[in-house]
């Protein structure tokens, strides 16, 4: 009998197929607005899995009958480069082959000079040149007005999907939001999916009457994935390795992550390391996993935390100690945390989401790396 020798949690990319954990319900959700053309801006704290979702999402839809170009976001810093991620990202998606990525980049990008060269695995890729000389707002409208053209021409739906969408906050100027405002209003026979890491800022973008794409769209904000779910798929990753954990211990993974993918995973990761093939995973393994990791941290943690101003520390220590959602501004959670007042604990909170050590939670706060809370709970409470 040939046993799983590779671990099978992995944590840090996207993950796809059997490394995917349900989302059936969000799936169906962002296909179905995918085919209703809707405007959707799906949020969540980091890697909680909105790239791998999406990703699965477009897997699910023929190349014939939908045209899906997936832009990330990241790597751009202003419109120049917002304008040439879009345009390779549209190209790609509507060259039915590799051997016509420079054909199809022509022609639809009048405004940028395309050019093919080899990515690192040694794949063609299309890229597009912005130089000095290029005018930027006729290639900004250009790139912007493709995917209607794409609809309107070919009779296929057409999906856009931004990722990290935040970047464009980066820009410099609204101009790429105002230009999506209109856009947005005017593609009706295109879905747009913005995706975004940083909750506070997508709702400032959206929920904010000042800012250009108040409430262009509706509103999709990803959860952490349910126990339910995490059981099964635990259970047989270990199980295809002939190792054996309990429901109980896979309950106790998923309250120390919350159920956040990426921790959830990443524990997974080191407990099945430890566990021997054919052993069963114990209360022990689990806490020696658990120190291990916060250990391999305990610089990093530590170092943070010495960065802290003494409310902040304050603040981070009343939410991590306490298992239900905090009403941070409440007199009961200043007075038990030692904060003095509710503006002291306000302070602390806008530095601590500036920084983005917490996140908004349902009119609560909460600490979004999930070890960190760890080591907060037992290296600094008493
Ligand atoms: N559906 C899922 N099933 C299992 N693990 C997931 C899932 N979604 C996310 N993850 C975990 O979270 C990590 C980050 O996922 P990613 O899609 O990059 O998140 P985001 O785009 O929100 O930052 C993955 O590497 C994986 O460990
Ligand atoms: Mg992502």
Known sequence: MTRNRI????????????????????????????????????????????????????????????????????????????????????????????????????????????????DEGGKPEVNFGVSRHTRIVPALDEVLETPAKIAAKHDRDVVIVLDEFQQVLEYGGDRVEKKLRSVIQNHREVAYIFLGSRKHLIQKMFMDRARPLYRAGGHYPLGPIAEEHWIPFIRERFAGAGKKISQGLIHSICEQTQGHPFYTQHLSHA??????????????????????????????????????????????KGIASEAAPVKPFAGEFVRRSGLGSPSNAQRAVDALLDRDVIDRENGSFLITDRFFRLWVQRVQLP
């Open 271 to 316: 407990l099945w390391e430890l566990c021997e093939p054919g052993a069963t995973v114990t209360e022990e393994l689990f806490k020696e996993a658990l120190r291990l990791l916060l250990q391999r941290e305990n610089y990093a943690y530590s170092t943070l935390w010495e960065s802290l101003a003494m409310n902040q520390r304050k603040f981070l």
């Open 7 to 118: 671990n099978p949690f992995e944590y840090g990319g996207v993950v796809a197929g059997d490394s995917f954990c349900n989302r059936a319900r969000e799936k169906a959700d962002l296909a179905q607005a995918i085919r209703n053309h809707e405007k959707l801006f799906v949020f969540s704290e980091r890697r909680f899995g909105k790239t791998s979702l999406v990703r699965a999402v477009l897997a699910g839809f023929s190349k014939r009958t939908t045209v899906c170009a997936y832009v990330d976001l990241w790597p751009t810093d202003n419109e120049a480069t917002f304008v040439t991620a879009m345009a390779k990202a549209i190209t790609q998606a509507m060259s039915s082959s590799v051997g016509k990525l420079l054909e199809t980049g022509k022609s639809l990008f009048s405004n940028l000079a395309p050019s093919v060269t080899l």
